[in-house]
């Protein structure tokens, strides 16, 4: 499926949106991965520092010279309630849904595996859920971050997982953010389409 262009009016191309949990203490969790790679692109595309805004942290610019619009959105409403966020900027920005580009975590793919789509179903994710609701649908813009997933199917058991430590190498998971933003880096510029 091909992307059509921004909304009419719209100041910026594209909002890409991180999801995570804000504080210290969710800092290098499965969950975050939406937030490490937001930020990688932030610095990629040396945005400027973010300040408070939407109910996040916002930073806007071009991804270079001549380059699309971008704001980069890191809500800080905590994962289950990220639409309270992003519903407002989207609205603020006159975005056509599609148009937005969120990054989160996916237990439903092995741990290294970056995938990107355009709608679709949302695995029981709490966070995409929200977005749904205050978004209106589920036709945004995604890349999947595979995080693998525990033995068990508990909730408690997967909630423990996402909300827990990298096991892995740390320059693995260093490689992940930096492929994870490459792909969403392709959809911003134009160069791969959903």
């Known amino acids: 499926m091909r992307l059509s262009g921004r909304g009419s009016g719209a100041p910026i191309d594209w909002l890409v949106v991180g999801l995570g949990n804000p504080g210290s203490r969710y800092a290098g969790t ?4 939406g937030f490490e790679v937001a930020a990688a692109l932030a610095r990629r595309w040396d945005l400027p520092r973010a300040t408070s805004r939407f109910n996040g ?3 806007e610019g071009r991804t270079g010279p001549g380059g699309p619009r971008v704001a980069v ?3 800080q409403t905590y994962m289950n309630d990220a639409g309270r966020s992003v519903g407002p900027a989207r609205g603020a920005y006159k975005l056509q849904l599609e148009r937005v580009l969120v990054l989160h975590d996916e237990i439903d ?3 290294g595996e970056v995938r990107t789509r355009l709608g679709g179903g949302l695995a029981g ?3 995409l859920k ?3 609701a205050e978004l209106g649908g589920p036709g945004f813009a ?3 971050i595979g995080v693998d997933r525990p033995g068990a199917t508990d909730p408690e058991t997967v909630s423990a997982y996402v909300l827990g430590a990298f096991a ?3 320059d693995d998971v260093a490689d992940l953010i930096a492929r994870a933003a490459s792909a969403a880096e392709t959809i911003v510029l134009g160069q791969r389409t959903l």
């Open 130 to 132: 929200s977005l749904k």
């Open 57 to 59: 942290l916002l930073s």
């Open 109 to 111: 793919l092995p741990f």
């Open 30 to 33: 499965r969950h975050n991965i």
């Open 168 to 170: 892995e190498q740390g």
């Open 125 to 127: 994710h709490n966070g």
């Open 73 to 75: 959105l890191l809500p």
């Open 142 to 144: 995604r890349v999947r």
